[in-house]
């Protein structure tokens, strides 16, 4: 639901809510591609990666977009780029 492309879409019910406390403020969603076992600095279209508070404190802060769902909504690709790993955005 934090998808560029289903944002893009129209699809996720969370379009248009950045900035609005939706969940419960103990929640916050961290994506980091730089830890873990798929690690990597750069994502498939070879834009860097980079941690992401997607929501904090309950808070929508962002989506995540690749190069395409990125300029289809208005927003730089976020390094996620990846067409078949860690995101499909």
Request: proline share 3%; aromatic share 8%.
């Amino acid at each position: 639901i934090l998808n560029g492309k289903v944002i893009q879409q129209g699809i996720s019910p969370l379009k248009g809510k950045e900035g609005q406390k939706l969940f419960d403020e103990r929640l916050s969603f961290i994506e980091d591609p730089s830890i873990g076992t798929s690690k990597t600095a750069f994502d498939d279209e070879g834009i860097m990666t980079q941690k992401k508070e997607l929501i904090k404190n309950g808070i929508v802060n962002s989506f995540y977009f690749d190069l395409l769902s990125g300029h289809k909504y208005g927003k730089p690709s976020t390094g996620n780029g990846f067409k078949g790993g860690l995101s499909l955005a």
